[in-house]
Structure formats: structure tokens, C-alpha cells
């Protein structure tokens, strides 16, 4: 399945040194969006998405574990049938391969934080130090962060700073650079994809926001603030587990269980003899109940509320999805509308505004590596 908008060559005529890429390969699907920069504003160029299902033989919409090389012939495959012109690129990194906490540390000047890192991060990560890449963010003290890693009743005090310490394996850095050799790309940086969902779906402000990834896998769960993560969650099940339920209890294949997830969604049809309303909410209420725990705890242990959720990921396009969510947070939810920080023709509004919640990670990436160009 690919879905691929090809207005650039008559539209735009592509100058190819302006334009950016970012590469987002998730377990189910790869997605790509190329952007340049015209009069200050981001500009899009084309898009698009693979199934990855193929590749690995299991029907669209799974969840895949390709190697190296069958996920860099998939971005060629994808690079070539976008129409994409550039190869300058940013790519993503699972949430999976990375770990994010929060660290309390003695005061202390950078080069000796530099330092004090790796000795601190040890303690924090389940493999040895020499199989991780190491990234730190020191949290202004006015924006002092309460998280879950924290105890509320901790005051901030002037001996100590918060560090955001940011871990990805090296085998994810190492796959992204075998991908970006296969595919002939210039990719400048790999980035966890919550930073670039951050970068394209969140609203300006100061209250804390929730963006709920519901892929095909998993349900990743983050809430910023400030402009900063405050938490992160994996909850291990996806919207395959949506389509894998329907396929067993209608006694059918996944292929038309898929078919059935996306045409049906959460709507309700009379007269029916098995209710896949039921048992797609079977799946649900628990990844909902799972979502419910992270935004109380934050709540209570902060004292602020989540003003407003963000659905991204493949998962939500599911009808009657973000109804659903926002009668069970109490909390208003939208879907991500990322396209919306960039330029495209009008007629292309309504196509890009159901593609958004896919896109939100590639987007982010093609941003940044926008903004890194000045
Ligand atoms: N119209 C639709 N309605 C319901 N579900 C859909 C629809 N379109 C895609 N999906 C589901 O979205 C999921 C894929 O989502 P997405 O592409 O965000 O996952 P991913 O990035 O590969 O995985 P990850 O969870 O690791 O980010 C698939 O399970 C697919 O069935
Ligand atoms: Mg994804």
C-alpha cells in the first residue's frame, strides 16, 4: 500500500539542494515526507508510506522484524515510488531502543558533567555503558521538572540540577547507519521519535500536553511540558492486537480482519450477530486503562492537569477512536495535524489531515534537518 502525492514537479520546480528528508521506520510501516524551505516557510514537496507487512511475509498492518538489509531495500523501494529527489535526511529511532530518565545531580560545571554522566548513567541502564550512546539535557532550574522519577516532595535546592538523560542502543545507531550506506543517504542525525513528534504536533504554551503513538505493536505514551518530556510509557500492545482479536473471534483471516478494523472502526452496526465494536474495545480499555494510570499519576504528583491529548501513530485512525478517548480522559483530544505547520496546495487539505497521525515523527525529522540547514 503506498500512498504517494507526486504535485512537486509541476507545482514546485524541486531545487534539490534545499530540499530535506525525514525518514521514519517503524515496525509495520516506513513513512516519508520531503520539505524545503521557500520565503521562510516549510514547504512540502511529496510523501509517502510502505507497508512493511510484505517484506516479511505477514499481512499489511503487522508489526515485522526485517533485517538490515530487507528494511534498507524497503526505503529504497519507498524513496523511489515517493518520487523523492533529496537523500539529505534525518531518521528516526524507536522508543524501544532508547531509554529516557531523570537524573538528580551535584551541581557542577559542564566539563566535569560531561564527565559525571557516564559513571551516573550506569546506574540506570540495564546493558553495559559500551553498548549505549549517551545524550544529556540539563532542565533550566525556573522549569524545574517533577516527574515520576522524582518525589514531589523533593524541594529544588541550589546544590543539585535535573539532568534529562537520554540512552540509545547501539544497534538501533548502527542499523540507521548500515540503512543510510544501502540507500545512498546523507543522513546528519537519528532521533528518537517522540522529539520529533514534539517538534511537529505539540501547541505552543506551558501546560502540559499527552501525545499517545498508538502503532502497531505498542502504545507509546508521553507527556511534555514546557517543552520538555516529563514521562514516558510503553504499553505493549497495538493496534494489530485490535485486528488479531477480530481475526479469532470471527474465526477469519487477519487480512480481512484488518479489512474489517478499518472500514468498522468503533462504529456500531444493528442487527449483529458478533459485536466487533466489543471486541476491538476489549483492546482498547486496556491500553486506556494504561494511558488513565500515567495521566493521574502525573496529575497528582504534579498538581497540574494535561490540558490537551494528541493522537498520532497508524492506530488512531480507527473511527470513533478520538470520541472515544476524550469521553474516557475527560481530557479534549485531538488528532495530530502536523501537516499544518507546512505549506501544500489546497486541495490536497483533506487527504493530509487523515494521513497527519502518520506522519507526525517524519515530519518532526524533516524539520529539524530544515532547521539544521539555517
Ligand atoms: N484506517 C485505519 N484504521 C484503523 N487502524 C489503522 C488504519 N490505518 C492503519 N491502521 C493501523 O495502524 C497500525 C500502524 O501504525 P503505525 O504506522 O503508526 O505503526 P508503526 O510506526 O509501524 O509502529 P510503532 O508502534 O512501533 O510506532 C497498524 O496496526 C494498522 O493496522
Ligand atoms: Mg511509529
Known amino acids: 500500500m503506498i500512498d504517494i502525492v507526486n504535485f512537486f514537479k509541476s507545482a514546485f520546480q524541486s531545487d534539490n539542494?534545499?530540499?530535506?528528508?525525514?525518514?521514519?521506520?517503524?515496525?509495520?510501516?516506513?513513512?516519508?515526507?520531503?520539505?524545503?524551505?521557500?520565503?521562510?516557510?516549510?514547504?512540502?514537496?511529496?510523501?509517502?508510506?510502505?507497508?512493511?507487512?510484505?517484506?516479511?511475509?505477514?499481512?499489511?498492518?503487522?508489526?515485522?522484524?526485517?533485517?538490515?538489509?530487507q528494511t534498507a531495500q524497503a526505503v529504497v523501494d519507498v524513496l523511489r515510488e515517493s518520487n523523492v529527489t533529496t537523500n539529505k535526511c534525518g531518521i528516526s529511532i524507536p522508543m524501544g531502543s532508547s531509554l529516557v530518565s531523570f537524573i538528580k545531580l551535584p551541581k557542577t560545571d559542564p566539563k566535569q558533567l560531561a564527565q559525571m554522566i557516564p559513571l551516573e548513567a550506569r546506574k540506570y541502564i540495564p546493558v553495559p555503558i559500551s553498548e549505549v550512546s549517551l545524550d544529556y539535557l540539563v532542565i533550566p532550574r525556573n522549569e524545574n521538572i517533577v516527574s515520576e522519577y522524582q518525589n514531589s516532595e523533593e524541594k529544588p535546592d541550589d546544590k543539585t540540577i535535573d539532568v534529562l538523560l537520554v540512552v540509545i542502543h547501539n544497534d538501533a545507531m548502527a542499523k540507521n547507519k548500515e540503512i543510510t550506506q544501502i540507500a545512498k543517504l546523507d543522513t546528519q542525525f537519528s532521533e528518537i521519535e517522540i522529539f520529533s513528534?514534539?517538534?511537529?504536533?505539540?501547541?505552543?504554551?506551558?501546560?502540559?500536553?499527552?501525545?499517545?503513538?498508538?502503532?502497531?505493536?505498542s502504545t507509546k505514551v508521553y507527556i511534555i511540558e514546557k517543552g520538555i518530556l516529563r514521562t514516558s510509557h510503553m504499553i505493549s500492545r497495538g493496534s494489530q492486537d485490535i485486528t488479531l482479536a477480530i481475526s479469532k473471534s470471527l474465526g477469519i483471516k487477519v487480512e480481512e480482519a484488518e479489512k474489517i478494523k478499518r472500514e468498522r472502526g468503533l462504529?456500531?452496526?444493528?442487527?449483529?450477530?458478533?459485536?466487533?465494536?466489543?471486541?476491538?474495545?476489549?483492546?482498547?480499555?486496556?491500553?486506556?486503562?494504561?494511558?488513565?494510570?500515567?495521566?493521574?499519576?502525573?496529575?497528582?504528583?504534579?498538581?497540574?492537569?494535561?490540558?490537551?491529548i494528541f493522537l498520532t501513530g497508524g492506530g488512531v485512525l480507527l473511527k470513533g477512536l478520538r470520541e472515544k478517548a476524550e469521553a474516557s480522559f475527560s481530557v479534549p483530544v485531538a488528532l495530530a495535524d502536523p501537516f499544518s505547520k507546512l505549506e501544500y496546495p489546497a486541495?490536497?487539505?483533506?487527504?493530509?489531515?487523515?494521513?497527519?497521525?502518520?506522519?507526525?515523527?517524519?515530519?518532526?525529522?524533516?524539520?529539524?534537518?530544515?532547521q539544521d540547514m539555517g
Open 267 to 308: 462504529l456500531k452496526k444493528e442487527n449483529e450477530s458478533m459485536d466487533i465494536n466489543e471486541i476491538t474495545s476489549l483492546t482498547l480499555d486496556y491500553i486506556f486503562s494504561e494511558i488513565s494510570r500515567v495521566l493521574l499519576n502525573y496529575q497528582k504528583k504534579t498538581g497540574r492537569n494535561i490540558s490537551k
Open 197 to 217: 513528534s514534539m517538534r511537529s504536533v505539540l501547541e505552543p504554551g506551558t501546560a502540559p500536553q499527552m501525545i499517545i503513538d498508538f502503532g502497531s505493536g
Open 347 to 370: 486541495f490536497l487539505e483533506n487527504v493530509l489531515k487523515q494521513a497527519g497521525p502518520s506522519f507526525a515523527v517524519a515530519i518532526g525529522l524533516a524539520l529539524r534537518r530544515l
Open 17 to 69: 539542494n534545499k530540499s530535506v528528508l525525514g525518514i521514519d521506520i517503524g515496525p509495520s510501516s516506513i513513512k516519508v515526507v520531503q520539505l524545503k524551505r521557500r520565503k521562510g516557510r516549510a514547504i512540502l514537496e511529496t510523501y509517502g508510506e510502505l507497508s512493511l507487512g510484505p517484506y516479511a511475509g505477514v499481512e499489511i498492518g503487522r508489526a515485522t522484524n526485517l533485517t538490515t538489509e
